[in-house]
């Protein structure tokens, strides 16, 4: 049968809750979870030419950043509070972050096509890193490699 807690059973009780409370709050301290100033590491992509229509595979190197996904994807449920914010993915786009978006990389490698309408010769891919809603990492974390649209 269930009894009232006394005033015995109390600081039992508050014991156990201050327990679940510190374990929660280092859960994101995990390496899940990194520290210090995200940065892109290295970008780079499998050719250098390509057609206007035709793929680049693309591979993002991150240190201090964990690619977990975004808030609607369902990938990252245990990172959308914003005590983790050194989680998320990766937007890439055609010549500036201003510019046209051709993808979300949510792993350390994505494929984007090259808009058939791109004019022939030197582009350049971006990589920006965007918090799980979508925000760009401030400070802005961004990395381009060279292309040549032939």
């Known amino acids: 049968m269930f009894e009232h807690p006394t005033h015995a059973t109390r600081p039992v009780v508050r014991?156990?809750?201050?327990?679940?409370?510190?374990?929660?709050?280092?859960?994101?301290?995990?390496?899940d979870c990194p520290e210090g100033e995200p940065a892109i590491s290295a970008l780079s992509a499998d050719k250098t030419e390509v057609a206007a229509g035709g793929d680049v595979t693309l591979t993002i190197a991150v240190s201090n950043f964990s690619m977990t996904g975004h808030h609607d994807d369902g990938h990252d449920e245990e990172h959308h509070d914003e005590g983790c914010g050194n989680s998320g993915h990766a937007h890439v786009y055609l010549d500036s972050i201003e510019?046209?978006?051709l993808g979300m990389a949510l792993e350390a490698s994505i494929t984007v096509a090259i808009p058939d309408g791109t004019t022939a010769g030197p582009h350049k891919l971006v990589a920006q890193l965007q918090d799980v809603n979508h925000k760009p990492v401030?400070?802005?974390?961004?990395?381009?490699?060279?292309?040549?649209?032939k």
Do not use: N
């Not at 809750?17 to 301290?29: E, N």
């Not at 401030?138 to 649209?149: G, Q």
């Open 15 to 31: 014991r156990i809750v201050l327990v679940a409370a510190a374990l929660l709050a280092t859960a994101c301290q995990s390496s």
């Open 99 to 101: 510019g046209e978006l």
């Open 138 to 149: 401030e400070p802005k974390v961004t990395r381009d490699v060279a292309i040549t649209v």
